[in-house]
């Protein structure tokens, strides 16, 4: 199979990744978070980092479901700094806490985030390879609005790439066997 020339070919984690997930319509709200999460923790570094790291980010972090993020108090953000399994940025993880309570208030406004972010974004894939560049109109929008109610890092690049990743963009290249319309 050809895949996108940023895959890591040697790493049968970011294959698996690429291949089933990234860029594919996500529609699950909790998988919605976790990305969302992900995405801030790699910020500064990679995301074959993270993505290495991402088991052990699901059990640090109650498999992302929002509402027990939410609800962690200075003890436990504490155990999670000193968690060498997962990234131990402070400011990362107390912003994880705060998003996780924004994220829940915008679920209960607009019945799911996929509907908050579809309400940006429209009800089809946007498509556009991932190298033609790393903010958009659209990131610029749901980024600001997220800051606005709460978040942090949510810039947007942050958001864009997690547009990528969720499937809002499908964002293959044209040397990729799953760019859109490419014959196989």
Not at 7 to 36: C, G, M, T
Not at 100 to 119: N, R
Not at 166 to 175: D, L, S, T, W
Request: proline share 4%.
């Amino acid at each position: 199979m050809d895949r996108c020339k940023w895959v890591n070919l040697n790493n049968p984690a970011y294959i698996e990744y690429h291949d089933r997930e990234w860029s594919q319509p996500q529609e699950d709200d909790r998988k919605l978070f976790e990305l969302l999460i992900l995405e801030g923790f790699q910020a500064g570094l990679s995301w074959e980092c993270i993505l290495n790291k991402r088991a052990s980010f699901q059990e640090a972090f109650d498999h992302f479901d929002p509402s027990v993020v939410a609800s962690y108090g200075e003890e436990k953000k504490a155990q999670l700094a000193q968690n060498a399994a997962i990234v131990r940025n402070k400011r990362k993880i107390d912003a994880a806490v705060k998003n996780a309570c924004v994220f829940l208030a915008i679920q209960k406004e607009y019945g799911s985030f996929l509907a908050y972010l579809k309400g940006f974004a429209g009800p089809g894939v946007i498509e556009e390879p991932y190298d033609s560049h790393t903010t958009s109109p659209l990131s610029d929008a749901i980024s600001k609005d997220l800051k606005k109610r709460g978040m942090s890092f949510v810039g947007s690049t942050i958001i864009y790439s997690y547009l990528q990743a969720v499937g809002i963009i499908n964002a293959h290249g044209p040397e990729c066997d799953l760019y859109p319309g490419r014959k196989k």
